[in-house]
């Protein structure tokens, strides 16, 4: 809006409102006293630049549509925490400290005792928020000696952790907000109290009729990694949404009397294959992890998607995938899951995994 409000142009401006009597040449008393104002107008009207892109929601940094969402009652989400299982041969108690790798885990509470082995099972959190602990599972070092501890294990993830919210992904929601307005239970209700659980990406409300009957909500969620959720984490979602014990009292966050039902959306494997050309000095063996990257990329970006439409796997997008790998000349007789060049839809519940690309030379 102020783009031509240069320091030239507001200096000659000036200039020109001078009698052309009097001497405006530069270096003149006239033009020394002129040209500092004009400095500091230019750069006065490059911050009023700078402030009315702040001011609307489209353009705002960060730290301004922060401030723009608040007024629509929506809060930037923080980075979470990891939380896990640890296994040991001893009960260790709640707050104990553990290490692995280059992160720290704590005990939170007790979860179970595996009859057959005797070890100890106990929920555990991660003390570094965000997404990098998640691929972590395997040997537990405790950071202060227990006597006795001969096994410790963190032997799975249940909730993963998310990192603080971006930019452009604060800037949607802030627009989702204004276009499908949440109220009372309805799907933009349930969708957006939902995804703002920890560990949560996506989600599927389906209405009564099309579930089990009048008054009752079925949910299908994902992970924050657009992946499926463990059983367990499945489980702490329903007794934050809508307890079993009460189903349809409001005793969750879901509104009194719905009756809701909490899944975890599924896996399907998917065996990709074809008959690999192979450039020069090239063999299958030398790209075939590159092959399988490119075709888990875009699974992943049909995974990610999956909240807003079926996957649809392209055989077409996967020959695109395969064709990117380094070495690969062509690929013919593309077949997804046995069907040859042909797109497969996995179904509404449903997202993809990789199993293998095979070569059928």
């Given at each position: 809006?102020?783009?031509?409000?240069?320091?030239?142009?507001?200096?000659?401006?000036?200039?020109?409102?001078?009698?052309?009597?009097?001497?405006?040449?530069?270096?003149?008393?006239?033009?020394?006293?002129?040209?500092?104002?004009?400095?500091?107008?230019?750069?006065?009207?490059?911050?009023?630049?700078?402030?009315?892109?702040?001011?609307?929601?489209?353009?705002?940094?960060?730290?301004?549509l922060?401030?723009?969402?608040q007024?629509?009652?929506?809060?930037?989400?923080?980075?979470?925490?990891?939380?896990?299982?640890?296994?040991?041969?001893?009960?260790?108690?709640?707050?104990?400290?553990?290490?692995?790798?280059?992160?720290?885990?704590?005990?939170?509470e007790?979860?179970?005792?595996?009859?057959?082995?005797?070890?100890?099972?106990?929920?555990?959190?991660?003390?570094?928020?965000?997404?990098?602990?998640?691929?972590?599972?395997?040997?537990?070092?405790?950071?202060?000696?227990?006597?006795?501890?001969?096994?410790?294990?963190?032997?799975?993830?249940?909730t993963?952790?998310?990192?603080?919210?971006?930019?452009?992904?604060l800037?949607?929601?802030?627009?989702?907000?204004i276009?499908?307005?949440a109220?009372?239970?309805?799907?933009?209700?349930?969708?957006?109290k939902?995804?703002?659980?920890?560990?949560?990406?996506?989600?599927?409300?389906?209405?009564?009729?099309?579930?089990?009957?009048?008054?009752?909500?079925?949910?299908?969620?994902?992970?924050?990694?657009?992946?499926?959720?463990?059983?367990?984490?499945?489980?702490?979602?329903?007794?934050?949404?809508?307890p079993?014990?009460?189903?349809?009292?409001g005793?969750?966050?879901?509104?009194?009397?719905h009756?809701?039902?909490?899944?975890?959306?599924?896996?399907?494997?998917v065996?990709?294959?074809?008959?690999?050309?192979?450039?020069?000095?090239?063999?299958?063996?030398?790209?075939?992890?590159?092959?399988?990257?490119?075709?888990?990329?875009?699974?992943?970006?049909?995974?990610?998607n999956?909240?807003?439409?079926?996957?649809?796997?392209?055989?077409?997008?996967?020959?695109?995938?395969?064709?990117?790998?380094?070495?690969?000349?062509?690929?013919?007789?593309?077949?997804?899951?046995?069907q040859?060049?042909?797109?497969?839809?996995?179904?509404?519940?449903?997202?993809?995994?990789?199993?293998?690309?095979?070569?059928?030379?």
């Amino acid at each position: 809006m102020f783009e031509g409000q240069t320091y030239e142009t507001i200096l000659k401006r000036c200039l020109d409102r001078v009698d052309d009597g009097l001497d405006k040449r530069e270096g003149s008393i006239i033009y020394d006293a002129l040209a500092p104002a004009c400095a500091e107008l230019a750069q006065l009207y490059i911050s009023l630049d700078a402030l009315l892109s702040e001011a609307f929601a489209k353009t705002a940094s960060l730290d301004y549509l922060i401030l723009l969402a608040q007024e629509r009652g929506i809060n930037r989400y923080e980075a979470a925490a990891a939380k896990g299982i640890g296994e040991f041969n001893i009960d260790v108690g709640s707050g104990v400290r553990f290490s692995l790798d280059i992160y720290n885990w704590t005990t939170t509470e007790f979860y179970e005792k595996d009859e057959s082995t005797g070890h100890f099972r106990y929920y555990m959190e991660c003390e570094t928020p965000g997404s990098s602990p998640n691929g972590y599972t395997g040997s537990l070092i405790p950071i202060s000696t227990i006597t006795g501890l001969t096994y410790s294990r963190l032997i799975r993830i249940i909730t993963p952790g998310e990192d603080a919210e971006d930019v452009e992904t604060l800037r949607k929601r802030y627009f989702e907000s204004i276009d499908n307005t949440a109220f009372g239970g309805n799907i933009s209700d349930y969708k957006a109290k939902v995804k703002a659980i920890d560990g949560v990406g996506g989600v599927r409300v389906y209405r009564a009729d099309s579930w089990n009957g009048a008054g009752t909500v079925r949910l299908v969620v994902q992970t924050s990694e657009y992946k499926s959720p463990e059983a367990e984490f499945i489980r702490q979602l329903q007794d934050m949404i809508d307890p079993l014990m009460s189903q349809g009292e409001g005793y969750g966050i879901a509104p009194i009397g719905h009756q809701v039902t909490v899944e975890g959306v599924k896996t399907t494997p998917v065996t990709v294959s074809g008959s690999f050309i192979m450039q020069e000095g090239y063999s299958y063996d030398n790209i075939k992890e590159k092959a399988e990257e490119s075709v888990n990329g875009y699974f992943d970006e049909l995974n990610r998607n999956w909240e807003n439409e079926d996957v649809v796997i392209y055989w077409v997008r996967v020959l695109m995938a395969l064709m990117s790998a380094e070495g690969v000349k062509s690929v013919e007789n593309i077949t997804i899951n046995g069907q040859r060049e042909a797109n497969v839809n996995l179904g509404k519940d449903y997202i993809a995994k990789l199993s293998e690309v095979i070569n059928n030379g």
